[in-house]
């Protein structure tokens, strides 16, 4: 994965909710579980991560201190052009281009040709699920 917009957390310092990357994978934080110090060692930290395309389950466990990527997820402005079986085909508002989306099972029959749109792109995939 070439060219792809990141950037770096710690891991602590992260929350439900937050973007991660696991596995070079765009993940949603579910939960952060942070353990004591112990007498001699430094305190560790289990984080559990959802795919945002797979709906995967996936965990991390590392030191507290330790340093993670976090993916660079856009939100950007389109409009429908129109629908084409299961996916729409959008017009980016900024640079024009157009592409095809498929629809979510639950935006079916609320996207209309014509209307503006949000959609999120991460890692160069688009997709008009709610993200955040």
């Given at each position: 994965m070439e060219n792809v917009e990141k950037g770096t957390a710690v891991l602590k310092n992260l929350?439900?909710?937050?973007?991660?990357?696991?596995?070079?994978?765009?993940?949603k934080v579910v939960s952060v579980?942070?353990?004591?110090?112990?007498?001699?060692?430094?305190?560790?930290?289990?984080?559990?991560?959802?795919?945002?395309f797979d709906n995967r389950r996936r965990n991390v466990?590392?030191?507290?201190?330790?340093?993670?990527?976090?993916?660079?997820?856009?939100?950007?402005q389109g409009q429908v052009l129109a629908i084409v079986g299961e996916k729409v085909q959008v017009m980016d508002l900024t640079d024009y281009s157009n592409f095809e989306i498929e629809i979510p099972e639950d935006m079916k029959g609320s996207v209309n040709p014509g209307e503006e749109i949000t959609y999120y792109e991460v890692f160069g995939v688009r997709t008009l699920e709610k993200l955040r």
């Open positions: 929350k439900k909710g937050n973007f991660v990357l696991i596995d070079d994978v765009p993940c579980n942070i353990s004591k110090s112990g007498k001699h060692g430094a305190a560790k930290c289990r984080l559990e991560g959802m795919g945002l466990i590392k030191p507290a201190d330790a340093k993670i990527d976090t993916p660079v997820v856009l939100r950007k």
